[in-house]
C-alpha cells in the first residue's frame, strides 16, 4: 500500500512539473507521425525545413519546404535566420538528421519544433 501511495505521489509531482513547464514557455520538442505532422502544416507562421542534401531535395520533396542541408557548411547560418518563436517542422530522408537537428533547434533556443517520424520515406 505505502508503494503504491509512493508511486502516485511521483506520478502527480511529475504530471504537474510537465504542465508548469510548458505553461511557463518550456520549448517543445516532439516527434511525430504522419498524420500529425500534416495537421501542423496548417498552423500559422510554420516554418517547414526539409535538411536532406540538394540532389535528395531536388528529386521530390513536401510542398512549401525549404531546403537547407543538415551537412551544409551553412546548415547553422542558415536555421538562426528563422523566427525562432514560430514552429519549426523538421525532416530528412528517414529521420536520423532531422532528429539531431532538432536537437540543435532545441539547444539554439526554438521554442517548438517538430520532426517527422520516417522522414520523406513515409511521407511519400
Known sequence: MRTLFIAFILFFVTA???????????????????????????K???????????????????????NIDYNGDSFEKQIKKLNKNKPVLVYCAAGG???????????????EVYDLIGGYNSWK
Open 44 to 66: 500559422s507562421g510554420v516554418q517547414l525545413i526539409d535538411v536532406r542534401t540538394t540532389r535528395e531535395f531536388s528529386n521530390g520533396f513536401i510542398a512549401g519546404a525549404k
Open 97 to 111: 538528421r532531422s532528429e539531431n537537428a532538432a536537437e540543435l533547434l532545441k539547444e539554439w533556443g526554438f521554442k
Open 16 to 42: 504537474c512539473t510537465t504542465t508548469s513547464n510548458n505553461a511557463l514557455g518550456q520549448a517543445i520538442n516532439k516527434k511525430v507521425e504522419k498524420a500529425e505532422f500534416s495537421k501542423l502544416m496548417k
